[in-house]
């Protein structure tokens, strides 16, 4: 069975930084394209950073060049830097793990920024 956990949310104040773990048991993150999304009340989920399983990333124009996408792979587990954190940046992080055949979610970690 696949397991996706996230960790490292928080109330942070505008300007600050948090890093974001999501941990695979059942589930190898270098076999697949590994994703964080952001969702906020009464809104899809929407694409914050993704990383293949080449190693490639990719960033919403929101957060580039705030947010770095990393795998360690001895760890199995992803992770969200999020630097220089702004208010519109609050929202549940989700990681997602997709392969040819599925698609894994976890169950999200809260993160708040204050102004």
């Known amino acids: 069975q696949v397991q996706l956990m996230e960790s490292g949310g928080g109330l942070v104040q505008a300007g600050g930084s948090l890093r974001l773990s999501c941990v695979a048991s059942?589930?190898?993150?270098?076999?697949?394209?590994v994703g964080w999304y952001r969702q906020v009340p009464e809104k899809q989920r929407d694409l914050v950073a993704a990383i293949t399983r080449g190693g490639s990333t990719n960033y919403a124009d929101s957060v580039k060049g705030r947010f770095a996408i990393s795998r360690d792979n001895a760890k199995n587990t992803v992770y969200l830097q999020m630097n220089s954190l702004k208010p519109e940046d609050t929202g549940v992080y989700y990681c997602?793990?997709?392969?040819?055949?599925?698609?894994?979610w976890g169950q999200g970690t809260q993160v708040t920024v204050s102004s």
């Open positions: 059942g589930f190898i993150f270098r076999f697949g394209d």
């Open positions: 997602n793990a997709v392969t040819s055949k599925s698609s894994y």
